[in-house]
């Protein structure tokens, strides 16, 4: 007779949606290297198994100033602080020149909950960045924001994505989701928007065709049991998609980074993620999310050797090379990799690299 493990295992392979208990019951009891193992064997059936993607782009930070003061922050800075920057226009221009240089075509553009700036600035920026640059991709703010953005131009939130796609908005990212229970966000990130306005933009936003993705920010004040609420509420998303919309293309969940951080000072139980724990849940992500078709391995914030073996735990994509990043090096992390580094990884790793754009097609210089 099998295992409670492995009759579970079997059941997601199929593609069968687990429940809560179900997902826990594999995260406690199942050896890491079975669940690795059932996680990789889902991703084959996914995605091509000889193939892991990649991408070039450009993380840009708008500006530093931000409200909010998350405790896991610490790039923001408070309104008035005499650190505050504001990207320029000749900024852009070396950044983004930079980028095609190096192969890439797409930016991440975020800030943070800006309270000078309405709508109107968003729209004349990324007005500015097409008229510049045609060929651009505008990977740009997220839920959080958005929800921030249309409060304050006193919009809904469908008029403002609407507003922000006419002025060059191409997709999404899955940015402040930490972890979508409100007793963790009520610690962390106070200011920010709750689960429940997270998830109504991301819905507004699939309902509307949108390209998006997902991520979870883990490792800090939740328990498992809410890890696993955070993933039964990403599927939950995705499952209610419109069939013509890609919804979410990508899920990345990462590591918590301490270093330096009020949640460090504050909370001092909290540890770092060690390898072993990343990859369980990652393994648990892709077992669990059979409705999103690519899992993004981290490299940026567990390194070069833990994302090649994340590639045998449910991973199919490394993410991009970071030409810039600014958000997660304030902690202290500053894994780099270039291009050829990035080739020389998923090659050593035993697959196939392929550069991709942000709704996972061939990039084509």
Known sequence: MKSSVSFLLDKTIDGEFLNGEELLHLYHQAPLGVLMNAAHRLRQTLNNPKIVTWMIDRNINISNRCFCGCKFCNFHEKPGSPKIYETTKEEYRKKIDELFRFGGNQILLQGGLDPKWDIGFYETLFRFLKQEFPQLKVHALGPAEIFFIAKKSRLSIEKTLQRLIDAGLDSLPGAGAEILVDRVRKLVSPNKCTADQWIEVMRIAHRMGMLTSATMMFGHLETIEERIEHLLRIREVQAQKPESSPGFKAFIPWPFQKNGTVLEQEYSQIKKVIPSEYLRLLSISRLALVNIQNIQASWLT?????????????????????????????????????????????VEAGFEPLQRNQDYTIYDQ
């Open 302 to 346: 567990v390194g070069r050797e833990v994302g090649q073996v994340a590639l045998y735990a449910g991973a199919n994509d490394l993410g991009s090379i970071m030409i810039e990043e600014n958000v997660v090096s304030s902690t202290g992390t500053r894994f780099t990799m270039t291009k050829e580094q990035m080739i020389q990884t998923i």
